[in-house]
């Protein structure tokens, strides 16, 4: 068995999601790519930027050039942030660019809010299935696509082995927080402990936690070869977008070990 024919696979998980980064700087170190790839959520973002052909230097370039805050856009009649400048922003580096042209295949995962199905983009407009699969339910406006009404793939399957086509091993990189350490924000007027696992927002931060955990070890059940990459730095929250180079340098670390996988 060739080692080097592999499948790649992103997980969901907001911030966190620049762990992924990281893994692909390490696999471009040793000089192995994946024969396809997989991601749902913000996985799905990063997958389809290293799909169609954007290395990790260039990646965190983009990171550390846009402001993530000048991506929020507030529908204030809903309360939910609205589209466009997050379209402004894939439009600038993806373009009309369709599955069709990427150098990598990729499969990307959305939840179709009205029927429960998970929806597998693999053709189309690839800025569309990624703006599907990034929309978590309560903070974005569903997607309205054909007559489908998509958000977040993570609900149905935050760790995407099951919609891969090819047989091979996968190294799937997973961006979840251990659902047994406490969840704590930084000490307020509201917070004086700096914890919210009282709180009800803390609870469901948990029940969340557990659902995705679940998920994912579902999801490697499934499948007879999964490397799986999973750093315990479990202190880096969903939304510290302040340890972005923290989040990378970690996992490039925690995936060191594939140097030896590849080269054995």
């Given at each position: 068995?060739?080692?080097?024919?592999?499948?790649?696979?992103?997980?969901?998980?907001?911030?966190?999601?620049?762990?992924?980064?990281?893994?692909?700087?390490?696999?471009?170190?040793?000089?192995?790519?994946?024969?396809?790839?997989?991601?749902?959520?913000?996985?799905?973002?990063?997958?389809?930027?290293?799909?169609?052909?954007?290395?990790?230097?260039?990646?965190?370039?983009?990171?550390?050039?846009?402001?993530?805050?000048?991506?929020?856009?507030?529908?204030?009649?809903?309360?939910?942030?609205?589209?466009?400048?997050?379209?402004?922003?894939?439009?600038?580096?993806?373009?009309?660019?369709?599955?069709?042209?990427?150098?990598?295949?990729?499969?990307?995962?959305?939840?179709?809010?009205?029927?429960?199905?998970?929806?597998?983009?693999?053709?189309?407009?690839?800025?569309?299935?990624?703006?599907?699969?990034?929309?978590?339910?309560?903070?974005?406006?569903?997607?309205?696509?054909?007559?489908?009404?998509?958000?977040?793939?993570?609900?149905?399957?935050?760790?995407?082995?099951?919609?891969?086509?090819?047989?091979?091993?996968?190294?799937?990189?997973?961006?979840?927080?251990?659902?047994?350490?406490?969840?704590?924000?930084?000490?307020?007027?509201?917070?004086?402990?700096?914890?919210?696992?009282?709180?009800?927002?803390?609870?469901?931060?948990?029940?969340?936690?557990?659902?995705?955990?679940?998920?994912?070890?579902?999801?490697?059940?499934?499948?007879?070869?999964?490397?799986?990459?999973?750093?315990?730095?479990?202190?880096?929250?969903?939304?510290?977008?302040?340890?972005?180079?923290?989040m990378i340098a970690e996992w490039y670390r925690s995936s060191a070990p594939l140097s030896d996988y590849f080269n054995s």
């Amino acid at each position: 068995m060739d080692k080097k024919i592999f499948s790649l696979v992103l997980g969901g998980g907001a911030a966190r999601w620049l762990a992924h980064i990281g893994v692909i700087e390490q696999l471009e170190k040793i000089g192995v790519a994946p024969v396809e790839i997989s991601g749902t959520s913000i996985g799905a973002l990063i997958g389809a930027f290293y799909a169609a052909g954007y290395s990790a230097k260039e990646m965190k370039n983009i990171v550390h050039e846009v402001s993530l805050m000048s991506l929020v856009d507030l529908d204030l009649k809903n309360w939910l942030l609205k589209w466009a400048k997050i379209i402004k922003f894939l439009w600038k580096y993806l373009g009309d660019m369709q599955f069709s042209e990427l150098k990598i295949p990729l499969s990307i995962v959305a939840t179709d809010i009205d029927t429960g199905e998970k929806i597998i983009f693999r053709e189309g407009r690839v800025i569309d299935a990624i703006r599907a699969s990034i929309g978590i339910p309560g903070v974005f406006i569903p997607f309205k696509h054909k007559w489908m009404h998509l958000v977040d793939g993570g609900i149905m399957e935050n760790l995407p082995i099951g919609v891969l086509l090819t047989d091979s091993p996968v190294i799937a990189v997973s961006v979840q927080i251990d659902i047994k350490k406490r969840v704590r924000v930084k000490k307020s007027f509201f917070f004086p402990n700096g914890t919210m696992l009282s709180n009800s927002y803390g609870v469901i931060r948990k029940m969340v936690g557990i659902m995705m955990i679940q998920n994912e070890i579902r999801s490697i059940e499934s499948r007879w070869s999964v490397i799986l990459i999973r750093p315990e730095r479990d202190d880096i929250d969903y939304y510290d977008f302040k340890k972005m180079n923290l989040m990378i340098a970690e996992w490039y670390r925690s995936s060191a070990p594939l140097s030896d996988y590849f080269n054995s």
